[in-house]
């Protein structure tokens, strides 16, 4: 047991309840929420299934017949295409409706997805193909794949664990859908894919990467290339008037261009599931490569570079970062309460060179995010000393503050299914980009945004 004991022995909802009320407004989290595997165990049964994740591209899938394995938190599924239509995508559970055994071990084509085991064969639309061998009385049409709920995005494939726990997410696909086209999400294909296993639980990975105060100590090559570190990573009237002077000449010439939606300004908070910003990268780079000039072809029809990047949060645990000519899609992945699967993967244009420098396509996000798993091991090992108490979050790390105290109160509500006064339970506003008033319309969640 730990010294400073707030961690759990058994499933004891009562006291994960007390550990909650006993949570600090605005510091981090007690020590039992970062280690128990019984703490996990309990979101994994109640958080996880209502999270809508990125689980592919597009593009993994390009025709009919084509299949793929991925992972959804800690299952396994098969992400199929069964038709020509972009919404003609399945997802189902790994699992042969036999006796259990794994259907699929790894990608591949074909009309039927034939199990290895015992060779009962399915369609790519789910229902069983073989019943010859079925007993009499045995329905062939109840022993179907179980279907897992999927939504494809302008491009990115969702996937959820759980249909009746699902937050509705047609309002965050219909504004999202178009703002992904006009960055050619959609039109991508894939150049690079790396997965950064992180030995630290799934919040601390989060908490992390949804602040930059570390950016300045931590990343010098992101803290060279990024503009906005100004304002996000450090507190200096001086930095953040030059920024704000920078923000400005940006727009001068941008202008209302069609790609210039939801641009980002001075204290955007970005606290949404699913939000879009937009911001220049700064300093006259062009795009988010080590010397600021372009590594690909223009994405989404543009006509020029102008120099900014779109951020896109798609969820909780999915990200993606836009600049002009290339994309980064990040997948947080909780593996057990000490280990997350961080993956990012690489994307461009589907009709740019083959032979794009995909070295210089990952350097910024590469270099970052192996700097990324240090930090944040580094901090799993000091939350697992017996000296770890919560400490405060300054206001450079709000973004992290805000996720903790919605998660808690998320979690509070789904343990004992009533909601105190001031508690939160997101609803996907109509309006999508990242902005103060958006943040602020939305801060109250359960009321969706006007």
Not at 264 to 286: N, Q, V, Y
Request: glycine share 8%; hydrophobic share 40%; charged share 25%.
């Amino acid at each position: 047991m730990y010294a400073n004991d707030k961690m759990l022995s058994g499933l004891d909802r009562a006291r994960v309840v007390r550990l909650i009320d006993e949570h600090r407004k605005d510091w981090s989290l007690q020590q039992a929420f970062y280690l128990d595997p019984d703490i996990f165990a309990l979101e994994r049964e109640l958080w996880f299934p209502r999270q809508w994740v990125i689980v592919a591209h597009l593009s993994e899938v390009p025709e009919k017949g084509s299949y793929v394995i991925r992972q959804l938190f800690d299952e396994e599924i098969i992400v199929a295409r069964h038709g020509d239509g972009e919404d003609d995508v399945a997802a189902y559970y790994n699992v042969c409706t036999h006796r259990g055994s794994r259907l699929c071990v790894k990608d591949g084509r074909g009309k039927l997805l034939v199990c290895p085991y015992h060779a009962w064969s399915f369609r790519l639309t789910g229902e069983l193909q073989t019943r010859r061998d079925l007993p009499e009385g045995v329905d062939g049409d109840s022993l179907g794949l179980h279907k897992v709920p999927t939504k494809v995005i302008g491009g990115l494939v969702m996937c959820g664990l759980d249909a009746a726990s699902l937050p509705d997410i047609e309002p965050a696909a219909a504004g999202l859908t178009d703002l992904l086209r006009e960055n050619g999400v959609a039109d991508a294909r894939i150049v690079a894919r790396k997965n950064y296993l992180t030995k630290a639980n799934w919040k601390l990975v989060l908490e992390n990467f949804l602040e930059c105060y570390h950016c300045r100590p931590a990343h010098p090559e992101y803290f060279r290339v990024n503009g906005h570190v100004k304002v996000t990573a450090m507190r200096d009237d001086y930095n953040a008037a030059e920024w704000k002077q920078e923000i400005d000449a940006w727009h001068s010439v941008i202008g209302d261009a069609e790609f210039h939606k939801g641009v980002w300004e001075p204290g955007d908070l970005d606290t949404m599931p699913f939000a879009m910003h937009r911001k220049p990268i700064g300093s006259g780079r062009l795009t988010l490569s080590d010397d600021g000039r372009p590594v690909s072809c223009l994405m989404g029809g543009r006509g020029k570079f102008d120099g900014g990047e779109n951020g896109f949060r798609i969820g909780r645990l999915s990200f993606l970062s836009a600049p002009n000519d290339y994309l980064t899609m990040f997948q947080m992945i909780p593996r057990n309460a000490n280990e997350t699967d961080v993956i990012l993967t690489w994307l461009v244009d589907k009709d740019a060179e083959a032979s794009v420098d995909v070295d210089k396509i990952s350097w910024m996000w590469d270099v970052t995010t192996v700097q990324d798993k240090k930090i944040t091991e580094d901090n799993a090992d000091g939350i697992a000393s017996r000296a770890y108490r919560p400490g405060p979050y300054t206001p450079l790390e709000s973004q992290t503050a805000f996720f903790i105290e919605t998660y808690l109160s998320q979690m509070r509500t789904l343990i004992t299914g009533e909601r105190r006064d001031g508690d939160e339970a997101w609803t996907a506003p109509s309006q999508l980009y990242a902005s103060p008033q958006a943040a602020r319309k939305t801060r109250k969640f359960g009321q969706a945004a006007s």
